[in-house]
């Protein structure tokens, strides 16, 4: 089955550190890039951070430059993101989306949710 | 920054009517544009890319023109799996963004 899913969310204090985590199957994933868009419940999307299939042409939000490190291991399948110094501003439910072609998104995991809060 | 600008934010349509969502962007970004659908607790879906071309699998009721700035996305006869929220997005320049999305509810 062609899917993506998500792991790692949850609850934590602002300034502390989240790795998300997303595992790919059903297609070849080192032949796509891959990206984290993020949604606060009940919201509209924002697009965090994209990688190239080689790991190369990574992108960050502004909101996240500097916090943020998005990384991949084409070996096991999967996409991470490494949250640092979170705020409350960045509670959201984050979607792993697998990039079609230069920036269009075809298959979406159902996300993990993330929440800064003391 | 790419700003991208939807309306209206909400649409009142009846089942089997047409539905016509616009979306603006804060500068060109040619013909990289795509429209996804998103039913409540769900993971937006794929409809078009490249301005109008449909995704696989997508209905011919779904149907979509523009280039430039402005962007239109057309449902011809909705259907009720259709009452949804729409969002555009830009791939023309990161940072990616989307609009703030359009909710097609029933009349």
């Known amino acids: ?118 | 920054e790419i700003v991208m600008t939807q309306s209206p934010a909400t649409l009142s349509v009846s089942p089997g009517e047409r539905a016509t969502l616009s979306c603006r962007a804060s500068q060109s970004v040619g013909s990289n544009l795509a429209w996804y659908q998103q039913n409540p607790g769900l993971a937006p879906r794929l409809l078009i890319y490249g301005a109008s071309t449909r995704a696989t699998g997508i209905p011919a009721r779904f149907s979509a023109s523009g280039s430039g700035t402005e962007f239109t996305l057309t449902i011809s006869s909705l259907q009720s799996e259709d009452f949804a929220v729409y969002y555009c997005q830009q791939y023309n320049n990161r940072p990616l963004t989307f609009g703030g999305g359009t909710k097609v509810e029933i009349k």
């Open chain 1, 1 to 118: 089955e062609v899917q993506l899913v998500e792991s790692g969310g949850g609850l934590v204090q602002p300034g502390r550190s989240l790795r998300l985590s997303c595992a790919a199957s059903g297609f070849i994933f080192d032949d796509y890039g891959m990206h984290w868009v993020r949604q606060v419940p009940g919201k509209g999307l924002e697009w965090v951070s994209g990688i190239g299939w080689n790991g190369g042409n990574i992108g960050y939000a502004d909101s996240v430059k500097g916090r943020f490190t998005i990384s991949r291991d084409n070996a096991k399948n999967s996409l991470y993101l490494q949250m640092n110094s979170l705020r409350p501003e960045d509670t959201a439910l984050y979607h792993c989306v697998k990039d079609l072609s230069h920036g269009y998104f075809d298959l979406w995991g159902r996300g993990t949710l993330v929440t800064v809060s003391s």
